[in-house]
Nanobody, 123 residues
Framework: QVQLVEAGGGLVQAGGSLRLSCAAS????????MGWFRQAPGKEREFVAA???????THFADSVKGRFGISRDYANTVYLEMHSLKPEDTAVYYC?????????????????WGQGTQVTVSS
């Protein structure tokens, strides 16, 4: 089983920043693409960002381009850096592992999911 544990969520004022982390099993982490998704109250889970197996390429949802960054440390952790946060960014954020190593945005491509971390942005 691939273990994914998110951390770093919390309450932040609009315009502020947070860094989320996701710790994963080393063996699978090194050959999997990693993605971040979020789910707001009453909404479907949506794609946020992804990074390929070696960190060479990334992809972001249009809603977060220019504000969010994704990186991985080649050990066991992937990060989501969030800046200029808006109330509409409020959601539970999930990390997920994708075994092909590429950059899918489709939820069904991801085989393992963390439990999520709550991000709340106040107006």
């Amino acid at each position: 089983q691939v273990q994914l544990v998110e951390a770093g969520g919390g309450l932040v004022q609009a315009g502020g920043s947070l860094r989320l982390s996701c710790a994963a099993s080393v063996r699978t982490f090194l050959t999997h693409a990693m993605g971040w998704f979020r789910q707001a109250p009453g909404k479907e889970r949506e794609f946020v960002a992804a990074i390929d197996w070696n960190g060479g390429t990334t992809h972001f949802a249009d809603s977060v381009k220019g504000r969010f960054g994704i990186s991985r440390d080649y050990a066991n952790t992937v990060y989501l850096e969030m800046h200029s946060l808006k109330p509409e960014d409020t959601a539970v954020y999930y990390c997920a592992a994708e075994p092909s190593g590429e950059l899918p945005t489709e939820i069904r491509k991801y085989s393992n999911w963390g439990q999520g971390t709550q991000v709340t942005v106040s107006s």
